[in-house]
């Protein structure tokens, strides 16, 4: 199972409180009156606001990106116009026919970001999103150098230290907003944030980003979501989860990411290569556990829970681009251990190699080395102390 903490917008979606996802209904007018909302009706921001010729071929390029089967009123807007370290960025909007559910909130527009790279010829649209009452859109957009997410390329991406930075633009959209670029990890195992306020000038302001590098950028107490296309940025949780079960609980109760404050609602995160793993089991002493990881890019943080519903955070452990994992319970109750792939071998104190079909087991806490495949090679992992 893949979880994300950053939600990256494809097609037309609804993006808002919660970072919720929804599908552009299309409906067919009411009596309700449309919604004023700057990106609609104000004059264009930015310092490319005056150049007549950037609007009209964003405004082209707009037209040209929306599906066919998206109906539109009237012209399109250019609520936000300038100059990024990448080449020039726009915001569009444009209105909607009225979809008035009863009860529910009011469909009225689509929005996203058109960008013209330097030295490129293709226009590249983000988003659109539909703009519904009661729901926030994406204000921000990561421009330079983008990773392509295929497995291939992001390796040999990830590993090239002369990557060129990418620069965040962040459209000012009337909400108090604050950016952090470095996070530290609390006693109780959560990330916290080193936030600052962001101050707007001509409608806009800009934050580098390292490249690779995380940071957070929040309004209103939620995470402001990025316009770019899906699959444009180095930010998709790549590595997989591996649940493993030994004979405990899979009881949601017992799961990180299920209690409040620990996944990272705020921020974005580059990839890392190590699998998150959950597995769960009973020591032999009879109590249940559940050893957990959450990785967020090279910070990857190990939890334990053992009796009860209250997670111990072990610390932060070294990344490792590897396909198993192995930790040590408490009281002498073993080792556990986990593979992707079925079969390893272990050897314990004063005994030969023991061959292990399975994927996983809680062995014994006398063993010394544990070794398993990966791929054509068999692999020593580290029996931790």
Do not use: C
């Amino acid at each position: 199972m893949i979880r994300r903490r950053a939600l990256l917008t494809a097609g037309l979606a609804v993006a808002g409180a919660g970072a919720t996802a929804g599908v552009l209904r299309l409906g067919g007018g009411s009596g309700v009156t449309p919604p004023a909302n700057d990106r609609l009706d104000a004059p264009t921001r930015g310092d490319l606001a005056t150049d007549a010729v950037f609007l009209d071929a964003a405004i082209n390029a707009w037209r040209s990106a929306l599906p066919a089967s998206v109906r539109t009123v009237g012209e399109p807007n250019v609520a936000w116009a300038g100059t990024t370290p990448a080449g020039r960025l726009a915001l569009v909007a444009q209105r909607i026919p009225l979809d008035d559910p009863p009860g529910g909130p009011v469909h009225y527009g689509v929005t996203g970001f058109v960008e013209l790279r330097d030295g490129a010829s293709q226009w590249t649209v983000g988003g659109p999103e539909t703009m519904v009452t009661g729901w926030d859109n994406a204000n921000a957009f990561l421009v330079g150098e983008a990773v392509d997410p295929a497995f291939q390329k992001f390796v040999k991406q990830w590993s090239d230290a002369s990557r060129s930075p990418q620069t965040l633009i962040v459209v000012d959209d009337g909400r108090p907003t604050r950016f952090a670029s470095r996070y530290t990890v609390d006693r109780a195992g959560r990330i916290v944030w080193s936030f600052e306020d962001v101050a707007f000038r001509e409608g806009s302001a800009t934050r580098p980003i390292s490249n690779p590098a995380s940071f957070a950028l929040v309004a209103g107490g939620r995470r402001v979501e990025l316009g770019n296309p899906k699959g444009s940025l180095p930010l998709d949780e790549l590595p997989s989860s591996r649940e493993v079960g030994l004979g405990g609980s899979g009881d949601e109760r017992r799961d990180v990411r299920n209690i409040p404050g620990y996944e990272d609602m705020s921020g974005y995160h580059h990839p890392s290569l190590t699998t998150a793993w959950r597995i769960a089991g009973v020591t032999p002493d009879n109590r249940a556990f559940v050893l957990q990881t959450m990785v967020d890019d090279r910070t990857i943080r190990l939890f334990r829970f053992l009796d009860g519903e209250q997670p111990e955070f072990l610390g932060v452990v070294p990344e490792r681009r590897q396909s198993a994992f192995a930790t040590r319970l408490p009281d002498g109750q073993g080792i556990v251990f986990a593979s992707k792939r079925s079969r390893f071998r272990y050897r314990r104190l004063n005994g030969g190699w023991i061959t292990n079909p399975d994927a996983a087991a809680l062995l014994p806490p006398d063993t010394l080395e544990i070794r398993y495949q990966d791929g054509a090679n068999e692999v020593l992992l580290p029996v931790p102390t």
